[in-house]
């Protein structure tokens, strides 16, 4: 098994919505997840959030706090996802990474369709608002 890898989720709030990406590629493609992705060297985790989220979707966000930590087992692969929880400052959220996400919604974090990605089942498990 690979890993520990970082990958970071983002919680990205709007209206009383989050932002929510259908996955593309061989890593849980056809599952849907919080826009983020791996940690590079040396940003920090708020740096990274900030990063994913408008290069995969055009948004830009604020009031990044770290809200929850998944350990993620994948076949072959081991990720620890910090969460961080944020606030919309513009953007309306599209696919712009089109090998990374096939569609990009806002939807009540009730609402969030199947499949869902791992790591995402396993914060909507543990989370707490």
């Given at each position: 098994?690979?890993?520990p890898?970082?990958?970071?989720?983002?919680?990205?709030?709007?209206d009383?919505?989050?932002?929510i990406?259908?996955?593309n590629g061989?890593?849980?493609?056809?599952?849907?997840?919080?826009?983020?992705?791996?940690?590079?060297?040396?940003e920090?985790?708020?740096?990274?959030?900030?990063?994913e989220?408008f290069e995969?979707?055009?948004?830009?966000?604020t009031?990044m706090?770290?809200?929850c930590?998944?350990?993620?087992?994948?076949?072959?692969?081991?990720?620890?996802t910090?969460?961080?929880?944020a606030?919309?400052?513009?953007?309306?959220g599209?696919?712009?990474e089109?090998?990374?996400?096939t569609?990009?919604?806002?939807?009540k974090?009730?609402?969030?369709?199947?499949?869902?990605?791992?790591?995402?089942?396993?914060?909507?498990?543990?989370?707490?608002?």
């Amino acid at each position: 098994m690979k890993g520990p890898f970082v990958g970071v989720g983002v919680l990205v709030w709007k209206d009383k919505k989050v932002l929510i990406g259908k996955r593309n590629g061989s890593h849980g493609g056809g599952s849907w997840s919080f826009p983020g992705g791996k940690l590079e060297t040396p940003e920090s985790i708020e740096e990274c959030a900030q990063r994913e989220v408008f290069e995969e979707t055009g948004v830009v966000i604020t009031g990044m706090k770290i809200v929850c930590i998944t350990n993620d087992l994948y076949p072959g692969a081991h990720w620890v996802t910090p969460f961080v929880e944020a606030q919309w400052v513009s953007g309306t959220g599209e696919v712009k990474e089109p090998e990374k996400f096939t569609d990009v919604q806002w939807v009540k974090l009730s609402e969030i369709p199947e499949p869902k990605f791992l790591s995402l089942q396993n914060f909507l498990k543990i989370w707490k608002r």
